[in-house]
């Protein structure tokens, strides 16, 4: 498996601010995954963080609302831009390590008021 | 659309008793296939993955790939209160059009050990 952390592990934020949730891995990873889980729901992938290339964004997300960074092999950054009450979610990180396994860190829990 | 199902319960059982969790998929084209356990206000963790048809078992717990029936199962013996969560079943597909390595996540089952 693999250590992750992220931070914050959770906020409260007002509509219309941004809020960056950075994810750490505690070693080099090639594929670090972005997910989405609202409120009762599962998950939801939102894009795949790339290091040295453009995220790959699923569809209905958009790299104007959560834009991602990958600097290295160990760190990434989702921004939730221009935030609405609709993106109070928990939102996690994951890392796939071997044989398409990811982990997950532990969460975000961001709610917008 | 590609799918992932399970019934979303809550699934009660008696302490001690085999707790027998299900998925469908949607895709035959899948590869990858994962139990992931999730407690209350906590993060996905992994408990089994399995790719080829048949069982493959782990301390208390087995999964069981059925890849004719797009089915894959997970039985947990001898459960316990502390196995209470949330069980998701999770995908991996050949040939998505998203990113690589995706995984499709089913809603989850709820399973309550009762002492």
Same mark, same amino acid.
């Given at each position: 498996s =693999?250590?992750?952390?992220q931070?914050?592990?959770?906020?409260?934020?007002?509509?219309?601010?941004?809020?960056?949730?950075?994810?750490?891995v505690?070693?080099?990873?090639?594929?670090?995954?972005?997910?989405?889980q609202?409120?009762?729901?599962?998950l939801?992938?939102? =894009?795949? =963080? !790339?290091?040295?290339?453009? =995220?790959?964004?699923?569809s209905?997300?958009?790299?104007?609302?959560?834009?991602?960074?990958?600097? !290295?092999l160990t760190?990434?950054?989702?921004?939730?831009?221009n935030?609405?009450p609709?993106?109070?979610?928990?939102?996690?990180?994951?890392?796939?390590?071997?044989?398409?396994?990811?982990?997950?860190?532990p969460?975000?829990r961001?709610?917008?008021? | 659309?590609?799918?992932?199902?399970?019934?979303?319960?809550?699934?009660?059982?008696p302490?001690?008793a085999?707790?027998?969790?299900?998925?469908?998929?949607s895709?035959?084209?899948?590869?990858?296939?994962?139990?992931y356990r999730q407690?209350?206000?906590?993060?996905?963790e992994?408990?089994?993955?399995?790719y080829?048809?048949?069982?493959?078992?782990?301390g208390?717990?087995?999964a069981?790939?059925?890849?004719?029936?797009q089915?894959?199962s997970?039985?947990?013996?001898d459960?316990q209160?502390?196995?209470?969560?949330?069980?998701?079943?999770?995908?991996?597909?050949?040939?998505?059009?998203?990113s690589?390595?995706?995984l499709?996540?089913?809603?989850?089952?709820?399973?309550?050990?009762k002492?």
């Amino acid at each position: 498996s =693999a250590v992750i952390s992220q931070k914050p592990s959770r906020d409260i934020c007002q509509r219309g601010t941004s809020l960056t949730i950075q994810c750490q891995v505690d070693s080099q990873v090639t594929m670090m995954f972005w997910y989405r889980q609202q409120p009762g729901q599962s998950l939801t992938l939102i =894009a795949t =963080a !790339n290091q040295g290339s453009e =995220a790959t964004y699923e569809s209905g997300f958009v790299i104007d609302k959560f834009p991602i960074s990958r600097p !290295n092999l160990t760190f990434s950054t989702l921004t939730v831009s221009n935030m609405s009450p609709e993106d109070s979610s928990i939102y996690l990180c994951s890392v796939d390590r071997l044989t398409d396994t990811q982990y997950f860190g532990p969460g975000t829990r961001l709610t917008v008021l | 659309q590609k799918e992932v199902e399970q019934n979303s319960g809550p699934l009660s059982v008696p302490e001690g008793a085999i707790a027998s969790l299900n998925c469908t998929y949607s895709d035959r084209g899948s590869q990858s296939f994962f139990w992931y356990r999730q407690y209350s206000g906590k993060s996905p963790e992994l408990i089994m993955s399995i790719y080829s048809n048949g069982d493959k078992e782990d301390g208390r717990f087995t999964a069981q790939l059925n890849k004719a029936s797009q089915y894959v199962s997970l039985l947990i013996r001898d459960s316990q209160p502390s196995d209470s969560a949330t069980y998701l079943c999770a995908v991996t597909l050949l040939n998505y059009g998203g990113s690589q390595g995706n995984l499709i996540f089913g809603k989850g089952t709820k399973l309550s050990v009762k002492p």
